[in-house]
């Protein structure tokens, strides 16, 4: 993606730590949800008696996770937006648009 857009070698850092800190915070976001959410379902499955408010409390934690991954996500284009040159914009712009090529954006 980087050198479809011909960045820098200083905008290719910045980028760079905006995904690193994106990445970051995902995994913190979500800390080990996803264990913890498919215990919790089993356990579900495993009692005499379906229990749907834990499921249900299950679903608010994922959109709480939810809801920050967005926030950290439109963080993530805005610190990649205030990096590029109008022209990189529009060559990443057309390359988010048309998607991935053969499993890798090309």
Same mark, same amino acid.
């Given at each position: 993606?980087?050198?479809h857009? /011909?960045?820098? #070698?200083?905008q290719e850092? !910045?980028?760079? *730590? %905006? &995904?690193? *800190?994106? /990445? %970051?915070?995902?995994k913190?976001? @979500?800390? @080990?949800? %996803? !264990?913890?959410?498919?215990?919790?379902? %089993?356990?579900?499955?495993r009692? #005499? $008696?379906? =229990?749907?408010? +834990?499921?249900?409390?299950?679903?608010?934690?994922? =959109? +709480?996770?939810?809801?920050? +991954?967005?926030?950290?996500?439109?963080?993530?284009?805005?610190?990649?937006?205030? $990096?590029?040159?109008p022209?990189? !914009?529009?060559?990443?712009?057309?390359?988010?648009? /048309? @998607? #991935?090529? &053969? @499993?890798?954006w090309?």
């Amino acid at each position: 993606m980087l050198s479809h857009v /011909r960045a820098t #070698p200083a905008q290719e850092r !910045r980028i760079s *730590e %905006a &995904f690193d *800190e994106f /990445r %970051a915070d995902v995994k913190n976001l @979500g800390g @080990g949800e %996803a !264990r913890r959410s498919r215990k919790e379902i %089993a356990d579900a499955l495993r009692g #005499p $008696t379906f =229990d749907g408010v +834990t499921l249900g409390e299950q679903f608010a934690r994922h =959109d +709480t996770v939810i809801e920050g +991954t967005r926030k950290a996500f439109v963080g993530l284009v805005a610190r990649v937006h205030d $990096t590029l040159e109008p022209e990189q !914009r529009t060559r990443l712009a057309s390359l988010v648009e /048309r @998607g #991935p090529r &053969f @499993g890798w954006w090309q």
